[in-house]
Protein backbone atom coordinates (compact mmCIF):
# COMPACT_ATOMS: atom_id res chain seq x y z
CA UNK A 1 0.00 0.00 0.00
CA UNK A 2 1.80 3.68 -1.21
CA UNK A 3 2.69 5.69 1.79
CA UNK A 4 0.61 9.15 2.47
CA UNK A 5 2.30 11.79 1.36
CA UNK A 6 3.27 13.86 4.37
CA UNK A 7 1.46 17.63 3.56
CA UNK A 8 0.63 20.92 5.46
CA UNK A 9 -0.52 23.94 4.80
CA UNK A 10 2.95 25.31 5.24
CA UNK A 11 4.23 22.81 2.65
CA UNK A 12 1.42 23.65 0.06
CA UNK A 13 1.99 27.63 0.55
CA UNK A 14 5.87 26.82 -0.43
CA UNK A 15 5.17 24.69 -3.61
CA UNK A 16 2.28 27.61 -4.95
CA UNK A 17 4.94 29.97 -4.27
CA UNK A 18 7.47 27.89 -6.09
CA UNK A 19 7.94 24.69 -6.57
CA UNK A 20 11.28 24.53 -7.04
CA UNK A 21 11.61 25.87 -3.50
CA UNK A 22 9.60 23.00 -2.48
CA UNK A 23 12.30 20.68 -4.05
CA UNK A 24 15.05 22.06 -2.34
CA UNK A 25 13.25 22.31 1.00
CA UNK A 26 11.33 19.01 1.12
CA UNK A 27 13.01 16.22 -1.27
CA UNK A 28 16.48 17.50 -1.33
CA UNK A 29 16.02 18.37 2.35
CA UNK A 30 18.21 21.33 3.00
CA UNK A 31 17.31 23.80 5.86
CA UNK A 32 16.68 27.38 4.95
CA UNK A 33 18.34 30.11 6.37
CA UNK A 34 17.17 31.00 9.61
CA UNK A 35 14.66 34.13 10.32
CA UNK A 36 14.28 36.52 12.77
CA UNK A 37 10.71 36.66 12.33
CA UNK A 38 10.32 32.73 12.80
CA UNK A 39 12.49 33.05 15.91
CA UNK A 40 10.51 35.90 17.25
CA UNK A 41 6.58 34.37 16.61
CA UNK A 42 8.03 30.97 17.91
CA UNK A 43 9.16 32.99 21.34
CA UNK A 44 5.48 34.41 21.29
CA UNK A 45 3.75 31.14 20.40
CA UNK A 46 5.79 29.59 23.64
CA UNK A 47 4.36 32.59 25.71
CA UNK A 48 0.90 32.12 24.74
CA UNK A 49 1.20 28.28 25.52
CA UNK A 50 2.65 28.63 28.50
CA UNK A 51 -0.05 31.64 29.50
CA UNK A 52 -3.23 29.29 28.76
CA UNK A 53 -1.83 25.59 29.70
CA UNK A 54 -5.24 23.76 30.48
CA UNK A 55 -2.83 21.57 32.45
CA UNK A 56 -1.61 24.32 34.70
CA UNK A 57 -5.35 25.34 36.79
CA UNK A 58 -4.01 29.12 38.45
CA UNK A 59 -2.64 31.44 35.28
CA UNK A 60 0.66 32.77 35.31
CA UNK A 61 1.43 36.35 36.41
CA UNK A 62 2.20 39.14 34.22
CA UNK A 63 5.80 38.57 35.75
CA UNK A 64 6.42 34.81 35.46
CA UNK A 65 5.10 35.35 31.60
CA UNK A 66 8.10 37.51 31.29
CA UNK A 67 10.73 35.38 32.89
CA UNK A 68 9.47 32.93 30.77
CA UNK A 69 9.68 34.93 27.53
CA UNK A 70 13.58 36.42 28.55
CA UNK A 71 14.33 32.56 29.22
CA UNK A 72 12.84 30.94 26.32
CA UNK A 73 14.74 33.90 24.10
CA UNK A 74 17.75 33.27 25.83
CA UNK A 75 18.12 29.86 24.73
CA UNK A 76 19.70 30.70 21.39
CA UNK A 77 22.14 33.68 20.02
CA UNK A 78 21.14 36.59 17.57
CA UNK A 79 23.04 34.43 14.87
CA UNK A 80 20.76 31.20 15.70
CA UNK A 81 17.62 33.13 15.88
CA UNK A 82 18.52 34.86 12.02
CA UNK A 83 18.90 38.54 13.77
CA UNK A 84 21.67 40.21 11.28
CA UNK A 85 23.21 41.99 15.19
CA UNK A 86 22.87 42.16 18.84
CA UNK A 87 21.03 45.25 18.92
CA UNK A 88 18.43 44.12 16.19
CA UNK A 89 17.84 40.55 18.42
CA UNK A 90 17.50 42.83 21.61
CA UNK A 91 15.24 45.25 19.51
CA UNK A 92 12.97 42.16 19.25
CA UNK A 93 13.12 41.46 22.45
CA UNK A 94 12.07 44.74 24.05
CA UNK A 95 8.73 44.42 21.22
CA UNK A 96 8.32 40.74 22.80
CA UNK A 97 7.92 42.22 26.15
CA UNK A 98 5.66 45.04 25.06
CA UNK A 99 3.20 42.76 23.37
CA UNK A 100 3.05 40.40 26.69
CA UNK A 101 2.79 43.50 29.24
CA UNK A 102 -0.13 45.26 26.90
CA UNK A 103 -1.76 41.62 26.29
CA UNK A 104 -2.13 40.99 30.05
CA UNK A 105 -3.43 44.85 30.69
CA UNK A 106 -6.20 43.71 27.99
CA UNK A 107 -6.86 39.94 28.46
CA UNK A 108 -5.91 38.98 32.27
CA UNK A 109 -9.19 39.73 34.22
CA UNK A 110 -10.88 37.73 31.43
CA UNK A 111 -8.43 34.77 31.02
CA UNK A 112 -10.20 31.01 30.11
CA UNK A 113 -8.41 27.90 29.78
CA UNK A 114 -9.26 26.88 26.02
CA UNK A 115 -9.79 23.24 25.32
CA UNK A 116 -6.20 22.89 23.81
CA UNK A 117 -3.52 25.06 22.72
CA UNK A 118 -0.48 24.39 20.52
CA UNK A 119 -2.22 20.95 19.26
CA UNK A 120 -0.76 19.15 16.71
CA UNK A 121 -3.06 17.12 14.55
CA UNK A 122 -2.24 14.59 11.96
CA UNK A 123 -5.07 13.33 9.78
CA UNK A 124 -4.68 10.95 6.91
CA UNK A 125 -7.85 11.63 4.21
CA UNK A 126 -7.02 10.85 0.64
CA UNK A 127 -3.70 9.36 0.13
CA UNK A 128 -2.27 12.47 2.59
CA UNK A 129 -1.32 12.69 5.96
CA UNK A 130 -2.41 16.18 6.72
CA UNK A 131 -0.11 18.20 9.93
CA UNK A 132 -1.44 20.62 11.27
CA UNK A 133 -0.80 22.79 14.54
CA UNK A 134 -3.65 24.41 16.03
CA UNK A 135 -2.35 27.42 18.43
CA UNK A 136 -5.40 27.64 20.35
CA UNK A 137 -9.19 25.52 20.14
CA UNK A 138 -11.82 26.56 22.25
CA UNK A 139 -15.15 24.81 22.82
CA UNK A 140 -18.36 27.22 22.26
CA UNK A 141 -21.09 24.38 22.84
CA UNK A 142 -23.40 22.31 21.21
CA UNK A 143 -20.30 20.35 18.98
CA UNK A 144 -19.12 23.93 18.08
CA UNK A 145 -15.45 24.94 18.24
CA UNK A 146 -13.41 28.00 17.50
CA UNK A 147 -9.98 27.82 16.01
CA UNK A 148 -7.41 30.80 16.83
CA UNK A 149 -4.70 31.63 15.11
CA UNK A 150 -1.76 33.99 16.63
CA UNK A 151 -0.03 36.44 14.17
CA UNK A 152 2.83 38.16 14.86
CA UNK A 153 3.88 39.82 11.56
CA UNK A 154 4.04 43.60 10.82
CA UNK A 155 -0.08 42.88 9.56
CA UNK A 156 -2.16 40.54 9.37
CA UNK A 157 -4.85 39.50 6.61
CA UNK A 158 -7.57 37.03 5.73
CA UNK A 159 -5.75 33.50 4.48
CA UNK A 160 -8.55 32.13 3.03
CA UNK A 161 -6.45 29.00 2.20
CA UNK A 162 -5.25 28.52 5.85
CA UNK A 163 -9.21 29.01 7.38
CA UNK A 164 -9.76 26.45 4.83
CA UNK A 165 -6.94 23.89 6.13
CA UNK A 166 -8.14 24.25 9.69
CA UNK A 167 -12.29 23.66 8.77
CA UNK A 168 -11.39 20.50 7.19
CA UNK A 169 -8.83 19.34 9.84
CA UNK A 170 -10.65 19.79 11.95
CA UNK A 171 -14.14 18.87 11.40
CA UNK A 172 -12.48 15.54 10.46
CA UNK A 173 -10.24 14.77 12.60
CA UNK A 174 -10.94 12.37 15.88
CA UNK A 175 -8.23 13.42 18.13
CA UNK A 176 -10.54 16.82 17.98
CA UNK A 177 -13.49 15.04 18.65
CA UNK A 178 -12.25 13.52 21.02
CA UNK A 179 -11.04 16.20 23.39
CA UNK A 180 -14.87 17.96 23.19
CA UNK A 181 -16.00 14.96 23.71
CA UNK A 182 -14.21 14.52 27.16
CA UNK A 183 -15.95 18.01 28.26
CA UNK A 184 -19.39 17.44 26.16
CA UNK A 185 -19.82 13.49 25.68
CA UNK A 186 -22.84 13.91 24.07
CA UNK A 187 -21.22 15.44 20.83
CA UNK A 188 -20.93 13.24 17.63
CA UNK A 189 -20.28 15.37 15.26
CA UNK A 190 -17.49 18.91 15.23
CA UNK A 191 -18.77 21.95 13.37
CA UNK A 192 -16.38 25.00 13.11
CA UNK A 193 -18.02 28.18 14.89
CA UNK A 194 -15.39 30.38 14.30
CA UNK A 195 -12.07 30.87 12.73
CA UNK A 196 -9.91 33.95 14.40
CA UNK A 197 -6.97 35.36 13.44
CA UNK A 198 -5.15 37.16 16.21
CA UNK A 199 -2.37 39.95 15.48
CA UNK A 200 -0.31 39.70 18.67
CA UNK A 201 1.27 43.42 17.74
CA UNK A 202 -1.42 44.88 17.86
CA UNK A 203 -3.76 43.10 20.42
CA UNK A 204 -6.32 42.84 17.25
CA UNK A 205 -8.40 39.34 16.49
CA UNK A 206 -10.31 39.47 13.18
CA UNK A 207 -12.93 36.57 12.90
CA UNK A 208 -14.38 34.99 10.27
CA UNK A 209 -17.31 32.48 9.92
CA UNK A 210 -17.03 28.60 8.92
CA UNK A 211 -16.87 28.67 4.89
CA UNK A 212 -19.72 27.09 2.95
CA UNK A 213 -19.04 23.49 2.00
CA UNK A 214 -19.56 24.38 -1.43
CA UNK A 215 -15.86 26.52 -1.19
CA UNK A 216 -14.05 23.50 1.16
CA UNK A 217 -14.91 21.19 -1.85
CA UNK A 218 -13.54 23.62 -4.03
CA UNK A 219 -10.86 24.60 -2.00
CA UNK A 220 -10.11 20.32 -1.59
CA UNK A 221 -9.60 19.21 -5.43
CA UNK A 222 -6.66 22.14 -5.08
CA UNK A 223 -5.17 20.46 -2.46
CA UNK A 224 -5.36 17.39 -4.00
CA UNK A 225 -3.90 19.07 -7.18
CA UNK A 226 -0.85 19.82 -5.57
CA UNK A 227 -0.09 16.62 -4.22
CA UNK A 228 -0.46 15.10 -7.79
CA UNK A 229 2.09 17.25 -8.94
CA UNK A 230 4.61 16.36 -6.24
CA UNK A 231 3.98 12.49 -6.72
CA UNK A 232 4.51 13.42 -10.18
CA UNK A 233 8.13 15.16 -9.76
CA UNK A 234 6.74 18.60 -11.21
CA UNK A 235 9.01 21.11 -9.94
CA UNK A 236 10.00 23.39 -12.35
CA UNK A 237 10.92 26.97 -11.03
CA UNK A 238 8.31 29.83 -11.07
CA UNK A 239 10.46 33.01 -10.95
CA UNK A 240 9.58 36.21 -9.85
CA UNK A 241 11.28 38.92 -8.11
CA UNK A 242 9.48 38.87 -5.10
CA UNK A 243 10.14 35.17 -5.18
CA UNK A 244 13.71 35.48 -6.14
CA UNK A 245 14.51 38.19 -4.00
CA UNK A 246 15.34 36.81 -0.63
CA UNK A 247 15.19 32.95 -1.28
CA UNK A 248 17.84 31.07 0.82
CA UNK A 249 18.58 28.83 -2.69
CA UNK A 250 18.84 31.13 -5.47
CA UNK A 251 22.53 30.48 -5.80
CA UNK A 252 21.76 26.76 -6.12
CA UNK A 253 18.78 27.09 -8.44
CA UNK A 254 19.03 26.23 -12.13
CA UNK A 255 17.34 30.32 -12.94
CA UNK A 256 20.34 31.58 -11.48
CA UNK A 257 23.01 28.86 -12.29
CA UNK A 258 21.74 27.68 -16.15
CA UNK A 259 21.67 24.12 -14.80
CA UNK A 260 19.93 21.42 -12.08
CA UNK A 261 21.23 21.28 -8.99
CA UNK A 262 23.45 17.72 -8.06
CA UNK A 263 22.93 17.09 -4.10
CA UNK A 264 25.82 15.07 -3.91
CA UNK A 265 28.09 18.39 -4.19
CA UNK A 266 27.22 19.41 -0.40
CA UNK A 267 29.87 22.07 -0.37
CA UNK A 268 27.16 23.82 -3.05
CA UNK A 269 24.01 24.18 -0.05
CA UNK A 270 22.99 27.31 -0.04
CA UNK A 271 24.43 28.32 3.78
CA UNK A 272 28.03 27.38 2.91
CA UNK A 273 27.63 30.03 0.07
CA UNK A 274 28.31 33.54 0.31
CA UNK A 275 25.37 35.34 -1.40
CA UNK A 276 25.20 36.78 -4.56
CA UNK A 277 24.51 40.29 -5.54
CA UNK A 278 20.75 41.27 -6.74
CA UNK A 279 21.16 41.74 -10.18
CA UNK A 280 20.11 44.84 -11.28
CA UNK A 281 16.43 45.44 -12.80
CA UNK A 282 15.74 48.10 -15.19
CA UNK A 283 12.94 49.82 -13.40
CA UNK A 284 15.23 50.18 -10.33
CA UNK A 285 17.90 51.95 -12.53
CA UNK A 286 16.86 55.42 -10.92
CA UNK A 287 16.60 54.46 -7.34
CA UNK A 288 19.99 53.05 -7.54
CA UNK A 289 21.55 55.97 -9.00
CA UNK A 290 20.05 58.61 -6.40
CA UNK A 291 21.42 56.09 -3.34
CA UNK A 292 24.90 55.77 -5.30
CA UNK A 293 24.73 59.43 -5.77
CA UNK A 294 23.72 60.12 -1.99
CA UNK A 295 26.33 57.35 -0.49
CA UNK A 296 28.83 59.43 -2.61
CA UNK A 297 27.69 62.93 -1.05
CA UNK A 298 27.48 61.33 2.73
CA UNK A 299 31.02 59.90 2.18
CA UNK A 300 32.41 63.24 1.04
CA UNK A 301 30.76 64.86 3.96
CA UNK A 302 32.91 62.70 6.54
CA UNK A 303 35.96 63.37 4.26
CA UNK A 304 35.35 67.39 5.00
CA UNK A 305 34.48 67.07 8.21
CA UNK A 306 37.79 64.97 9.03
CA UNK A 307 39.78 68.27 7.65
CA UNK A 308 38.19 70.44 8.87
CA UNK A 309 38.04 69.11 12.73
CA UNK A 310 41.88 68.83 11.85
CA UNK A 311 42.35 72.71 10.61
CA UNK A 312 40.70 73.71 13.98
CA UNK A 313 42.16 72.04 16.10
CA UNK A 314 45.39 73.11 14.23
CA UNK A 315 44.75 76.69 14.78
CA UNK A 316 43.37 76.31 18.19
CA UNK A 317 39.80 77.60 17.30
CA UNK A 318 36.66 76.50 18.72
CA UNK A 319 33.92 78.14 16.25
CA UNK A 320 34.83 79.44 12.73
CA UNK A 321 32.84 80.77 10.15
CA UNK A 322 32.30 80.60 6.30
CA UNK A 323 30.15 82.58 4.27
CA UNK A 324 26.86 80.71 5.18
CA UNK A 325 27.50 78.08 7.85
CA UNK A 326 29.26 77.71 11.19
CA UNK A 327 31.15 75.31 13.10
CA UNK A 328 31.74 74.50 16.14
CA UNK A 329 34.10 72.12 17.40
CA UNK A 330 34.11 70.94 21.43
CA UNK A 331 35.88 68.02 23.02
CA UNK A 332 33.81 65.09 25.01
CA UNK A 333 34.36 62.51 27.45
CA UNK A 334 33.03 59.18 25.94
CA UNK A 335 32.48 55.92 27.37
CA UNK A 336 32.97 52.88 24.92
CA UNK A 337 31.67 49.25 25.59
CA UNK A 338 33.39 47.21 22.88
CA UNK A 339 32.54 43.81 23.57
CA UNK A 340 28.81 44.08 22.97
CA UNK A 341 28.50 40.44 23.75
CA UNK A 342 29.50 40.24 26.79
CA UNK A 343 28.12 43.25 27.83
CA UNK A 344 24.71 41.95 26.57
CA UNK A 345 25.66 38.71 28.65
CA UNK A 346 26.67 41.02 31.73
CA UNK A 347 23.68 42.75 31.93
CA UNK A 348 21.41 39.47 32.03
CA UNK A 349 23.78 38.20 34.89
CA UNK A 350 23.12 41.54 36.91
CA UNK A 351 18.96 41.07 36.11
CA UNK A 352 19.85 44.74 34.40
CA UNK A 353 18.60 43.97 31.40
CA UNK A 354 15.01 44.93 31.60
CA UNK A 355 16.00 48.28 32.19
CA UNK A 356 17.91 49.24 28.80
CA UNK A 357 15.86 46.65 26.63
CA UNK A 358 18.47 48.00 23.71
CA UNK A 359 21.66 48.42 25.15
CA UNK A 360 23.37 51.04 22.68
CA UNK A 361 26.69 52.95 24.37
CA UNK A 362 24.23 55.94 26.01
CA UNK A 363 21.89 53.56 27.82
CA UNK A 364 24.61 51.30 29.27
CA UNK A 365 26.32 54.47 30.56
CA UNK A 366 23.33 55.45 31.51
CA UNK A 367 23.18 52.71 33.89
CA UNK A 368 26.14 54.18 35.61
CA UNK A 369 23.75 57.27 36.42
CA UNK A 370 21.18 55.06 38.01
CA UNK A 371 20.48 55.64 41.64
CA UNK A 372 18.39 51.92 41.51
CA UNK A 373 21.24 50.25 40.17
CA UNK A 374 23.59 48.64 42.93
CA UNK A 375 27.10 49.83 43.42
CA UNK A 376 28.67 46.63 42.47
CA UNK A 377 26.71 45.82 39.76
CA UNK A 378 27.88 49.60 38.15
CA UNK A 379 31.71 48.43 39.59
CA UNK A 380 31.18 45.59 37.05
CA UNK A 381 29.56 47.54 33.86
CA UNK A 382 32.67 49.78 34.53
CA UNK A 383 34.98 47.45 34.06
CA UNK A 384 34.10 47.12 30.25
CA UNK A 385 33.99 50.86 29.94
CA UNK A 386 36.75 52.53 28.27
CA UNK A 387 36.70 56.36 28.48
CA UNK A 388 38.05 58.25 25.68
CA UNK A 389 38.01 61.93 24.51
CA UNK A 390 36.79 62.79 20.49
CA UNK A 391 36.22 65.57 18.61
CA UNK A 392 31.79 66.76 18.32
CA UNK A 393 31.58 69.25 15.22
CA UNK A 394 28.36 70.84 14.54
CA UNK A 395 27.87 72.80 11.41
CA UNK A 396 24.67 75.00 11.35
CA UNK A 397 23.28 77.48 9.11
CA UNK A 398 25.01 80.89 10.08
CA UNK A 399 22.49 83.79 11.48
Not at 293 to 308: D, F, H, N, P, V
Amino acid sequence: MARNLSFSYSKMGMYKECPQKYKFRYVHMIPEQPKYYFAFGSALHEVMEYIYNPNQPAFPSLEQALSFFENHWNKTSFEQKGYASVEKELAGFAEGRRIIEEYYAKHAASFVHPLSVEMKSTLDMDGLSLISILDRIDYLGDGKIKILDYKTGKTVQREPDQLYMYQKVVENSPAVKALVQKVDPGVSELRVGQLSFYHLPTLQEMTFERAPDKEIFSFWQGVLKVADNIRAGKFDPTPGENQCRWCDYRNICPVFTGKEYDPSAASLRPQAMAPQAEPVKSEQELLSEKIDRCGALLEEAKSLQKEIISLMRKNNFERHFGANFKAELARVEKLEFTDKEKVVELLRTLKLLAKVLVPTQSTVAALLQDDSVPAQAKAKLSAFARKTQEDNLTINKAE
